[in-house]
């Protein structure tokens, strides 16, 4: 009888590291609350229209198009070719460097125009 063979190595995915875990969350801190002060201030803009006498239909389809326009663009960021070769949280934390501007931005102007 031949000897059994060992199994071949199990591919096992490399592990996240904290630092960089912690680096995407860093950077994703500043859109993500910027871009929930500016869906706070659409819903009072819209609330106040309404209370008005005004229908907000068409400002929140606005405000929702701009927002499904910028999920587009991060996704096929995200699946872009010449990323493919990245870690996802390294694909995740670039995106975030290239979102970061759009939505501060934004809240500056809203608060400041």
Excluded: D, H, Q
């Amino acid at each position: 009888m031949f000897p059994a063979s060992p199994a071949p190595p199990v591919a096992r995915p490399r592990p996240v590291r904290t630092r960089m875990v912690v680096l995407v969350a860093l950077i994703w801190c500043v859109p993500v609350v910027a871009l929930g002060m500016l869906a706070f201030l659409v819903l009072m803009v819209a609330l106040w229209g309404a209370a008005s006498g005004e229908s907000p239909v068409a400002f929140l389809l606005g405000a929702a198009g701009a927002v499904a326009v910028g999920v587009a663009v991060l996704v096929a960021l995200y699946r872009a070719p010449f990323l493919r070769r990245m870690t996802p949280a390294g694909r995740i934390a670039l995106l975030g460097v290239a979102v970061w501007p759009f939505p501060v931005v934004a809240l500056a102007y809203a608060l400041n125009g």
